[in-house]
């Protein structure tokens, strides 16, 4: 089977509708450079494969579901990228000295995306504090209601 076979590319539409999100955002994305499609057609419209339609739902992902920018969803997939090459790089040299500069530069994209999730963590953790505190004085008012309720009866 050919490659050109196995590799299905879809329009935007189809794209925006198997994913979940509009054409809208779709394009906003590639405007903020997070994704680039595949290919284009001869009537010059996008098309995405399926490491597009992967991409899209990691950013979905990252932005509904753990609420991260755009900016720090940009950050982690440019992160990502690098950690690929850097990968491939590494285990095609010998050269410790390379190995080692690709290695630093791991720690440290590793350091950034652990400062970015613990900044995440925090932000839910205050979060989640004012929830249990507005939670507290509810159930408090609640208790002093039925005390009313009751001695009305």
């Known amino acids: 089977m050919s490659t050109a076979v196995q590799t299905r590319l879809l329009r935007i539409a189809e794209v925006a509708d198997e994913v979940?999100?509009?054409?809208?955002?779709i394009r906003y994305y590639e405007?903020?450079?997070?994704?680039?499609?595949?290919?284009?057609?001869?009537g010059a419209?996008?098309?995405?494969?399926?490491?597009?339609?992967?991409?899209?739902?990691?950013i979905k992902g990252l932005r509904d579901d753990a609420g991260f920018s755009l900016a720090e969803i940009g950050q982690l997939m440019e992160d990502e990228a690098a950690r690929v090459?850097?990968?491939?790089?590494?285990?095609?040299?010998?050269?410790?000295?390379?190995?080692?500069?690709l290695t630093v530069s791991a720690v440290e994209r590793?350091?950034?995306?652990?400062?970015?999730?613990?900044?995440?963590?925090?932000?839910?953790?205050?979060?989640?504090?004012e929830a249990r505190g507005r939670q507290a004085r509810l159930r408090s008012r609640l208790a002093d209601l039925d005390v009313q309720v009751r001695g009305a009866d």
């Open 20 to 25: 979940g999100l509009t054409t809208r955002a």
């Open 31 to 42: 405007e903020l450079g997070l994704l680039a499609p595949a290919a284009r057609s001869d």
């Open 45 to 58: 419209y996008r098309l995405y494969d399926a490491d597009d339609v992967a991409r899209l739902r990691t």
């Open 85 to 101: 090459r850097d990968r491939a790089r590494f285990r095609a040299t010998d050269d410790p000295v390379e190995q080692r500069r």
């Open 110 to 129: 590793a350091d950034r995306q652990v400062a970015l999730l613990e900044a995440k963590a925090a932000r839910l953790a205050a979060m989640i504090d």
